[in-house]
């Protein structure tokens, strides 16, 4: 098993900035990619950005947020990142992290594995 754990959320004005951290632990972490996705309240849950392979390069990203935010990885911690910059208020939403060790989609939730609890994102206008 693989256990996922996001910090990070919070309160923030417009045009400030966050910044989201996934720590996992278990299982030998070593997934195909690592996603950050967000849920806002009546809505489905939407893909954010993604990385490929633990020890990679391969970043994607959401239009809506391409620009803005940046997915990155500290391989020593078991950790992913997203820093969350320019925050609007459509920003907001439950932000969740998660692992996949197939080859899925990374751009759809079901293509993953495991799942962090979520951390709350509010940006106040």
């Known amino acids: 098993q693989v256990q996922l754990v996001e910090s990070g959320g919070g309160l923030v004005q417009a045009g400030g900035s966050l910044r989201l951290s996934c720590a996992a632990s278990?299982?030998?972490?070593?997934?195909?990619?690592m996603g950050w996705f967000r849920q806002a309240p009546g809505k489905e849950r939407e893909f954010v950005a993604a990385?490929?392979?633990?020890?990679?390069?391969?970043?994607y990203y959401a239009d809506s947020v391409k620009g803005r935010f940046t997915i990155s990885r500290d391989n020593a911690k078991n950790t992913v990142y997203l820093q969350m910059n320019s925050l609007k208020p459509e920003d907001s939403a439950n932000y969740y992290c998660?692992?996949?060790?197939?080859?899925?989609?990374?751009?759809?939730?079901?293509?993953?594995?495991?799942w962090g609890q979520g951390t709350q994102v509010t940006v106040s206008s």
């Open positions: 278990g299982r030998t972490f070593s997934p195909y990619a």
């Open positions: 990385a490929i392979r633990w020890s990679g390069d391969s970043t």
């Open positions: 998660a692992a996949m060790y197939g080859r899925g989609n990374l751009r759809v939730d079901y293509a993953y594995d495991y």
